[in-house]
């Protein structure tokens, strides 16, 4: 693989990720904050949801090359989080029990969010297919 575009392909993913985080922090905080959602998992799964459908919408489009299975690759992060959001709400709450403050458990939620997507992404959802060079044919 190409070194600068998967250098390229990061540095976009860093930037939309960044403004996911935004979606994210601000919808957790109207949840948790201004509502007063008492449960950790109440204010965290909501605010992923919005968090995944801003970043899957911009990394499709600008980040990887696009297939034209939307429907696959939208499945793929559905399985991605299907495993995450329940992991996440458990060691969350978890770890709130232990006494962690709430906002340090959705800054570690949404940095392990932020790693593992990514490997995700990259490596399963938008995987390149290697394409063998055919050889050149020779005009008799």
């Known amino acids: 693989m190409n070194k600068k575009k998967d250098l390229l392909q990061a ?41 995944v459908i801003w970043n899957f919408t911009f990394n499709r489009k600008y980040t990887f090359r696009p297939t034209n299975h939307i429907a696959r690759d939208m499945m793929l992060v559905a399985l991605y989080y299907l495993v995450f959001t329940p992991a996440s709400a458990l060691w969350g709450t978890w770890l709130e029990k232990l006494g962690l403050h709430d906002w340090i458990i959705e800054i570690f939620n949404m940095l392990v969010n932020f790693v593992t997507e990514f490997l995700f992404q990259k490596f399963v959802v938008y995987r390149e297919k290697k394409v063998e060079a055919l050889p050149e044919q020779v005009e008799d």
């Open 11 to 51: 540095l976009k993913f860093t930037l939309f990720s960044i403004s996911a985080g935004i979606v994210q922090a601000g919808s957790f905080a109207i949840l948790h904050d201004v509502l007063g959602l008492e449960s950790y998992w109440l204010s965290h799964v909501p605010s992923l949801i919005l968090s």
